[in-house]
């Protein structure tokens, strides 16, 4: 019979470990009992993960899987299977974001699909700033402020105090339009004409200005 998590001795239970020797000390069933939190009859959430790599072959297999394979599988159901879906997804967009694994922008498509998974609030105009490097990958996406339905302030100095912070060469800002509306306006161009010039003086390459609303997207430049 599998015994509960508060059955096993605290200074080896998931979060105690965690806690004391940090993540990279856990295996991956550890962290994966962290995510699913809890079990089922029979099965504590450690047993869970320790089944679910064995039956798959491993994280790598795993996180390939959608909710609804991993919510058939047994002791899952959907909230579990949302759970791994939604850490393996976080995994792979931090691991985007860092190293020589960043993703490389190519065009104004690929910057409106990394834009568009950094809004907070989509009820709300917000101005963030993609990092790239001399090679367009992204080091960074960081939010820079967040207005009300229809009006976002921005100071150039802002977006380039945040470019030259972490190392950039390159960089695109981006907006959303809650309204839905995609098109620019006139103060959207002269924002993007100024931050060039800006841009340009202190050495560094502004490749675009987008603007997200909703699924929408236009590219400024």
Not at 106 to 118: H, T
Request: charged content about 20%; overall charge negative; aromatic content about 2%.
């Amino acid at each position: 019979m599998t015994v509960s998590i508060a059955q096993i001795a605290e200074q080896d239970r998931p979060r105690e470990c965690l806690d004391r020797l940090g993540p990279r000390a856990l295996t991956d069933a550890e962290l994966m009992a962290l995510v699913l939190r809890s079990g089922a009859p029979g099965c504590n959430a450690l047993t869970l993960g320790q089944a679910l790599l064995a039956k798959y072959g491993g994280l790598a297999a795993l996180a390939e899987l959608d909710n609804q394979a991993l919510a058939g599988a047994r002791a899952m159901g959907p909230a579990k299977a949302s759970s791994l879906v939604a850490a393996f997804e976080l995994g792979r967009r931090a691991a985007e974001l860092t190293g020589t694994t960043a993703v490389r922008i190519r065009d104004a498509g690929d910057l409106a699909a990394i834009a568009r998974r950094n809004v907070t609030n989509p009820a709300r105009e917000e101005c963030f700033v993609v990092v790239l490097n001399a090679s367009h990958r992204v080091l960074r996406v960081e939010s820079l402020t967040i207005g009300t339905d229809n009006h976002c302030l921005l100071d150039c100095r802002d977006v380039l105090a945040a470019v030259l912070r972490h190392g950039g060469a390159a960089f695109a800002l981006v907006h959303t339009h809650p309204s839905g509306e995609a098109s620019p306006s006139p103060e959207d161009h002269a924002v993007t004409e100024s931050l060039a010039r800006a841009a340009e003086i202190v050495g560094l390459a502004m490749i675009d200005h987008i603007i997200l609303a909703g699924t929408r997207w236009c590219s400024v430049a």
